[in-house]
């Protein structure tokens, strides 16, 4: 299948043009990348190991990938995340909490709270070959090994220290 990307420029403009996938960007031009942290009632966060072909094989990441040309960010995460997990979930389900800019990415962090149980996920073969809940603390240590992607390292470095106090919260009731 052919897809191709809305081109926007550094402050998220619509450019009015696509680039097919694979394609160099040009300098200065952007598109839109998603990544989506399913956290449970019990403080954990959903991971999923990239297939071994693909950059950043064998790495464990949370749900993710590009818009596709006419989608919004919020839709491009809702879809990534049912295609790689099974997980339905309504674009407005996601909350944004994070974007950060990278190369010719603009990149957009949601949260998104669900129970589901592993046994009821259906990876992506393609993309995904395991899944695993983790805590905060071993999603750290992960980092720290290099057993994560660049990208969730940076939003840890990033974002970490908020995502960590907000589950406190919610493990302790409050």
């Known amino acids: 299948m052919t897809e191709y990307f809305d081109l926007y420029t550094y402050d998220r403009k619509p450019l009015g043009k696509k680039i097919l996938r694979g394609a160099p960007i040009p300098p200065g031009e952007y598109h839109i990348v998603v990544q989506v942290m399913t956290v449970n009632s019990r403080g954990e966060i959903l991971l999923t190991q990239r297939v071994p072909e693909k950059t950043s094989g064998g790495k464990w990441e949370c749900s993710g990938g590009c818009a596709v040309s006419g989608e919004t960010s919020r839709e491009a995460a809702a879809r990534e995340l049912f295609e790689e997990t099974g997980i339905e979930a309504s674009p407005d389900e996601l909350v944004l909490d994070w974007t950060m800019t990278t190369d010719s ?70």
């Open 105 to 174: 990415m603009l990149r957009d962090f949601y949260v998104l709270e669900r129970n589901v149980e592993l046994t009821q996920l259906k990876l992506q073969a393609i993309e995904v070959c395991a899944a695993k809940w983790v805590s905060f603390e071993r999603l750290c240590e992960m980092s720290q090994n290099g057993q994560t992607t660049r990208t969730v390292t940076r939003w840890l470095n990033s974002r970490g220290h908020e995502l960590s106090n907000a589950l406190i919260e919610a493990r302790s009731g409050g």
